[in-house]
Every structure is written in C-alpha cells, then in structure tokens.
C-alpha cells in the first residue's frame, strides 16, 4: 500500500524564494496535517484540514505560510518569501480516525 | 497551553536490559495517549496506544497513570534495533486525530 507521499524529499534555497512543499495523503483518510520538525521546537502542528477544509492554522507561523488543499489526495504547503529561520523537516500526514500516518518529510534548507 | 513534557534522554542502554521511561502532560481532560517511534531522518511512526487499563505488545509495555498526568514506555530485553528517539502523544479532543501534541522526544542508544 503507498503510504503518504512527500515531494521534493530535499529542497535548497535561496532567502527570499519561493517554495512550494507538496502532499499526497493516503487514499480514504480524511484529515491532513503538516508539521514542522526541529531540533530546538522538536514537532509542531502548523495547520490541519478534516474533509479538505482547513480547521486550524493557529501553528502557521506568519503570513510568509500557506497551505492549500483543493482536493482529498492531493495538498501544498507554501512558503514565501522563505528565511534561513524556515530551515527544517516539514512532514506532511494524514488519518481516517485517530493513528496519523507520516510521509517521509521535506528537508528544507534556506540559505 | 498545551505541555506534554518527556526526558530528552540520551539514555544509553546496554543489549538485553531493561530500560523505561516516563512522559507527563498537563492537561487533566487528554482523552488518549500513544507512543510513537522516529529513527535517525526518518519519519514518526506509531509505536502502539496507551490504554488506561494498560497494554503490553511484545517486548513493549505501556501504561497510563490518570491521577499524575503521566504515561510511561517500558522496553524489555532491549535490542540494537530499538535505538531512536520515542515521542510520546497526547489527544486532547474526544478522540479524533486533530487534538494530538507531540512530545519533543526521549533519544534512546542501545549499546552492545
């Protein structure tokens, strides 16, 4: 069975690009998250959708973040302008009831 | 605020011991609890469910202590392979996946 899907796997930019972090959710589950992961702040919830709706973006750090999801298999996490202070793991996983199921993530280095 | 608070470790084991550790949370109303496991650059995957009454898989036991707000994470005969770091998991809605926090992680090294 294909788990959650994560693209790219590793990304390298330049301070004030833009970067678009893509997910593909298991097939059926029903709500979406995306985390990011540090050594300093270890894992945090920066938004979440049930049935494709975003129900809270409370984590979002600033308006640099949005987050997309225009159908169930499919959702973009963007980041622009990016910093070096965006630097990390940005996981992306999903549910149907309460077990979330991780992609491999996204290395995000800002340079 | 949401805490849910675990010993960063690292706690360095030797092959075949026994080894625990505890997570305590704050927040008297969390419904649910799970453990989950992250290896070196990979992803967090569920480790097992805490349940109140306890539950045991295997090598691994986990409990729930309701009255001090803490679950605990008990690995016996410890392998080479149970190196990495465990997060512990707090749900604080009524059981849906939207109310989980995540512990920042106990780094575990088993020695040979």
């Known amino acids: 069975d294909a788990g959650v899907i994560q693209s790219p796997r590793h990304e390298v930019t330049e301070m004030g690009q833009e970067v678009t972090l893509r997910c593909k959710p298991i097939?059926?589950?029903?709500?979406l998250f995306w985390y990011r992961q540090t050594m300093m702040r270890g894992l945090e919830l920066l938004i979440y959708?049930?049935?494709?709706?975003?129900?809270?973006d409370s984590g979002m750090p600033e308006d640099r973040f949005s987050a997309k999801m225009p159908n169930a298999s499919f959702s973009t996490l963007k980041i622009q302008p990016s910093e070096p202070r965006d630097s990390a793991v940005y996981f992306c996983a999903s549910s149907l009831i309460s077990e979330q199921y991780f992609g491999p993530g996204t290395r995000l280095t800002v340079t | 605020r949401k805490e849910v608070e675990q010993d960063p470790g690292p706690f360095n084991v030797p092959e075949g011991a026994t080894v625990a550790f505890n997570c305590t949370y704050s927040?008297?109303?969390?419904?649910?609890f799970f453990w989950y496991r992250q290896d070196c650059r990979k992803e967090p995957k569920l480790l097992m469910s805490v349940y109140s009454s306890g539950n045991e898989d295997g090598r691994f036991t986990a409990q729930l202590n309701r009255a001090s707000q803490y679950i605990s994470l008990l690995i016996r005969d410890s392998k080479l392979s149970d190196s990495a770091t465990y997060l512990c998991?707090?749900?604080?809605?009524?059981?849906?996946?939207?109310?989980?926090?995540f512990g920042k992680g106990t780094h575990l090294i088993i020695q040979p």
């Open positions: 998991v707090v749900n604080e809605s009524g059981g849906g996946a939207d109310g989980l926090t």
């Open positions: 097939s059926g589950h029903n709500s």
């Open positions: 927040n008297s109303a969390s419904q649910s």
């Open positions: 959708f049930n049935n494709n709706v975003p129900i809270d």
